[in-house]
């Protein structure tokens, strides 16, 4: 998938634009840096409705080329090299939303399939219908 930023775009459109390719993934935007494998505060956690130019001080609009065979961490460091943007990549765990911080080391397919894997464990022990989606 490619991602545009610049500065008229909301960090929910940047979200959602992702969380469409990859449904058990999510970004979250902060206001401060974090190092590879450690998690960022929720209080740093930035407001969905902000536009990205109101939030860095990089002004740098272009693309972003995410693949599944990248790795969670170096996509959050590509995001601060090139565009000053903090982003913490969260996983989908059951009902819950966890911060991935400590499988940096992990691709996106990987974390997405994690995500699967445990939303789809979840509901079979629910007892709510289950619906198969095809693989990414």
Known sequence: MILEIS????LADIREEFSGVYPFLSFEFY?????????TPS???LPHHKRIGDIRKQQNSGILEIYPQLKTGSIEQEFKRKFGLHVQILRRHGN???QTAGTDELTL???NEIGRNS???SL????????????L
Request: proline letters at 5%; zero cysteines; a negative charge.
């Open 43 to 45: 209080k740093q956690l």
């Open 96 to 98: 819950a939303w966890i």
């Open 124 to 135: 079979q022990g629910s007892g709510h219908p289950i619906k198969r989606e095809k693989h």
């Open 119 to 121: 939303t789809l464990d």
């Open 109 to 111: 397919g990987e974390q």
């Open 7 to 10: 500065d008229t775009r909301t």
């Open 31 to 39: 206001q401060e840096p974090h190092e590879m494998g450690e998690a």
